[in-house]
């Protein structure tokens, strides 16, 4: 973020404290969209990922970019739909 610094954190800190407790869940939303969006554009289409699943490693094929998750068809055939939070890139 251009120019952000510990005085600018100080002023939103400030801020904060002015807000309902409504207020803040909305904030608190809107900041998990943000994060989640980021993190859903570091990955393409085809792009070979792994995640884990009940302690297991499941690695396949990113085949579509949803809303909120990714979708991936696994080395065996199976779709699976993840978010991307969860998933790790591999070569």
């Known amino acids: ?3 952000f610094n510990h005085y600018s954190f100080q002023k ?9 407790r ?9 900041i998990k ?3 989640s969006l980021k993190i859903m554009l570091e990955f393409k289409l085809t792009e070979r990922v792994s995640f884990e699943y009940r302690g ?5 094929t990113i085949i579509r970019l949803n809303q909120k998750t ?3 068809i696994d ?4 779709h699976w739909n993840v978010a991307p939070s969860f998933l790790k890139k591999i070569s």
Request: glycine share 6%; aromatic share 2%.
């Open 1 to 3: 973020m251009k120019d």
């Open 56 to 60: 297991e490693e499941i690695k396949g």
């Open 33 to 35: 969209e943000q994060l």
């Open 75 to 78: 080395d065996n055939g199976r």
């Open 12 to 20: 939103i800190d400030k801020m904060l404290k002015f807000l309902s």
């Open 70 to 72: 990714v979708t991936i």
């Open 22 to 30: 409504k207020e803040l869940i909305l904030l608190e939303r809107k």
